[in-house]
């Protein structure tokens, strides 16, 4: 079956650095990505919607030069957090979507646990 | 904006069934989708619904009534590893979904 890889699953970094989390989709093209954000005993937040190839859309109250997103390739989307405070703490997941045999399907990444000092 | 609620918390005993209930009231509505997460790990997919009526698989059944904006997800026989939280996800359009809070089971021996 499909798989989305998402890398690192967890980062410790100081306040005021930038951190980088990497969402590839393995064996399939994936024209959206998608990036959540979890605060623990909490559901996903849809942060934003990532199509290769344009400007990432996102949800309301989300900053988008804050939380950059990248989509440059079918298989790659990034989400950098800049200057990162101790309330971006979170875990960030990424999912993709990808047309099979069957349908469309979603697939998750694995998830980046970020903690920021 | 999206209302999708279901209970906190829910405990059942080890070979029981449980039944967790969602309700939505969503901009747009193209299916509604159950995961299952454990603590510090992505969700799994465990089942769409898009038209009304029972899905079964194996010891997971979903529901929807998609007139009374109402899901349920049904898990019989439980076993120890069913403990999680299970995430009733509507999708808005494409593939945007937008989730409920979540439901945590605690499976007791």
């Known amino acids: 079956g499909a798989v989305v890889s998402q890398h690192p699953s967890r980062v410790i970094c100081k306040s005021g650095t930038s951190v980088k989390i990497e969402c590839r989709s393995l064996?399939?093209?994936?024209?959206?990505m998608f990036w959540y954000r979890q605060f623990p005993k909490q559901s996903l937040m849809l942060m934003a919607t990532?199509?290769?190839?344009?400007?990432?859309?996102?949800e309301q109250g989300v900053e988008k030069d804050k939380f950059l997103i990248n989509h440059a390739s079918l298989t790659l989307s990034t989400l950098t957090v800049t200057s990162a405070h101790p309330e971006d703490s979170s875990f960030y997941i990424c999912?993709?979507?990808?047309?099979?045999?069957?349908?469309?399907?979603?697939?998750f990444g694995s998830g980046t646990q970020l903690s920021v000092l | 904006g999206q209302n999708i609620d279901q209970p906190t918390e829910m405990t059942a005993t080890e070979g029981a069934i449980v039944q967790i209930n969602c309700t939505y009231q969503?901009?747009?509505?193209?299916?509604l989708f159950w995961y299952q997460q454990h603590a510090g790990e992505a969700p799994t997919f465990l089942s769409y619904?898009?038209?009304?009526g029972l899905e079964e698989k194996g010891r997971f059944s979903s529901f929807l009534s998609r007139s009374k904006g109402y899901s349920y997800l049904l898990l019989k026989e439980l076993q120890m590893k069913d403990s999680a939280s299970y995430l009733c996800?509507?999708?808005?359009?494409?593939?945007?979904?937008?989730f409920g809070a979540g439901t945590t089971v605690t499976v007791r021996a």
């Open positions: 999912s993709a979507s990808s047309k099979q045999q069957g349908g469309e399907k979603l697939f």
């Open positions: 064996d399939f093209q994936a024209t959206t």
């Open positions: 990532s199509n290769e190839g344009s400007k990432a859309t996102y």
């Open positions: 969503t901009s747009g509505f193209n299916g």
């Open positions: 619904n898009v038209l009304d």
């Open positions: 996800a509507v999708r808005i359009y494409d593939y945007k979904l937008s």
